[in-house]
């Protein structure tokens, strides 16, 4: 089987083409035909930040929000409300990390609960990513909150894998900025190291959802390889991960019965043994 040479994508995920004798797949091929300007990237986002005076942090208690919760308050000087919305299934551990954190930055912290169970239902059943339809509803609700409140920013622990943009225009003037844009996984270790945030040891790669590690064992059994292929296969690319962490985060996750019975039971899903 085919894999490309710079990133993670093999034939299973991605069309393979060899191209000056190494395979390459269709993505990579892309990005070096145009390669975003790193530069240009980080400028425009250090430009648009220094207008930004007031901003809720979209803020799960997990890794990657915590570094973007800091950034906007130390780093930029962000008068911030970090804002979770409990889906439900948050772990307990990253509700604590996040009470944690925004005692320590001094950062009000609002908790709204909304029930996602319909999504996460839907995911395990059919063996699909629930991910990107629970993180549009998060945003939808998020920009309903700060259209309420008065503040036009929404900051997001999201990464730049695809566009060339760190921000994202959204309805009634709401703006979105993926403070993380080209971030690497080292620099947001070094951030976190400085934070009292504790490491929850979570199946499925994930600080913060109880959801991720069912429904990609769920996926991996069903096709044979991660739902997440696409998004740390861009990281790769970008530098910002080496491949050998990648290769485990995309590797099929290992979780306790008991665990994953519960998810299922609170669910009202019946599993066929
Ligand atoms: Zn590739």
């Known amino acids: ?162 566009g060339h943009h760190p921000y994202r225009l959204m309805s009634n003037g709401i703006v979105q900025i993926r403070l993380l844009s080209l971030m690497s996984e080292e620099e947001r270790f070094e951030i976190l190291n400085k934070l009292p945030f504790k490491f929850p040891e979570l199946a499925g790669y994930t600080t913060n959802c109880l959801i991720l590690g069912p429904a990609l064992r769920r996926y991996y059994e069903k096709h044979g390889y991660s739902f997440e292929t696409r998004r740390i296969a861009a990281l790769v690319r970008y530098g910002l991960i080496n491949k050998e962490k990648a290769l485990k985060k995309i590797s099929k996750p290992e979780i306790p019965e008991e665990i994953e019975e519960k998810i299922y039971g609170k669910l009202g899903i019946i599993q066929s043994k």
């Open 1 to 162: 089987m085919l894999k490309c040479s710079l990133c993670i994508h093999d034939e299973r995920t991605a069309k393979i083409k060899i191209v000056d004798g190494k395979p390459l797949c269709k993505e990579c091929i892309n990005y070096l035909a145009h390669k975003p300007d790193k530069e240009k990237i980080r400028a425009e986002l250090e430009e648009l930040m220094r207008k930004v005076d007031k901003a809720i942090v979209a803020f799960s208690g997990g890794k990657d929000s915590t570094v973007a919760l800091y950034l906007a308050k130390d780093k930029y000087n962000v008068d911030v409300e970090a804002v979770m919305i409990d889906h439900g299934f948050m772990a307990r551990e990253a509700i604590e990390n996040a009470k944690r954190i925004a005692k320590h930055l001094e950062v009000p912290l609002t908790i709204l609960h909304h029930d996602y169970s319909d999504i996460f239902r839907e995911a395990l059943l059919k063996g699909k990513s629930p991910c990107k339809k629970c993180s549009s509803r998060t945003m939808e609700k998020l920009r309903k909150y700060a259209l309420r409140k008065g503040i036009k920013y929404i900051i997001t622990g999201h990464e730049l894998p695809f």
